[in-house]
């Protein structure tokens, strides 16, 4: 049972500034995880927004992973890993896609997921939706059903739900 609100989890995430670069405002959530209710409360609302079973969650680079394995092991589900070019040791496919601040090249193992599988897509922050976009075009080529697409922080301003309008969107926090 989710015990921290979403004003107490927003709290936990602090603004930096410039970074990666000037004019780009970071929403670092390493606050958040250090707090270990709080942590608990966002993978569990996470388990609460599951519906039926899921094979996998894919989840992507990096700070991604922390929140991607522990909800494939809330569930009880397998982790994929999507990764940026040249990281993953086996065959991949892999797509190119434009971010706020450049361009870049994710992977994902060619047998890392079965046709048919019921799969969530999770990250840590929805900005422009090109990162996700990428991951969804990726885990569509094994013929998966993406029954969640999740976000920690959703930044609406940037409209990058727009670029998933077809699929089943969910942020537990929006700026």
């Known amino acids: 049972m989710p015990t921290a609100s979403a004003d107490e989890l927003k709290a936990s995430i602090r603004d930096i500034p410039d970074f990666p670069k000037k ?61 940026k070019e040249g990281k993953l040791p086996y065959a991949t496919y892999k797509t190119s896609y434009e971010l706020e601040y450049g361009s870049a090249t994710v992977e994902i193992h060619s047998d890392g997921l079965k046709k048919g599988s019921r799969v969530i897509l999770i990250d840590d922050v929805l900005a422009t939706g090109g990162t996700v976009k990428a991951a969804v075009d990726l885990v569509e080529r094994f013929g998966v059903d993406v029954a969640g697409v999740y976000f920690l922080i959703e930044l609406s301003g940037l409209r990058g739900r727009d670029k998933l309008a077809s699929l089943p969107v969910r942020s537990l926090l929006t700026y």
Do not use: H, Q, W
């Open 23 to 83: 004019g780009i405002l970071f929403r670092d959530i390493t606050p958040l995880l250090y707090d270990a209710a709080k942590f608990r409360s966002c993978i569990d609302r996470f388990v609460g927004m599951a519906e039926g079973n899921i094979d996998a969650v894919v989840s992507i680079e990096s700070r991604g992973f922390i929140l991607g394995s522990a909800l494939a092991y809330a569930l009880g589900a397998g982790f994929v890993p999507i990764r």
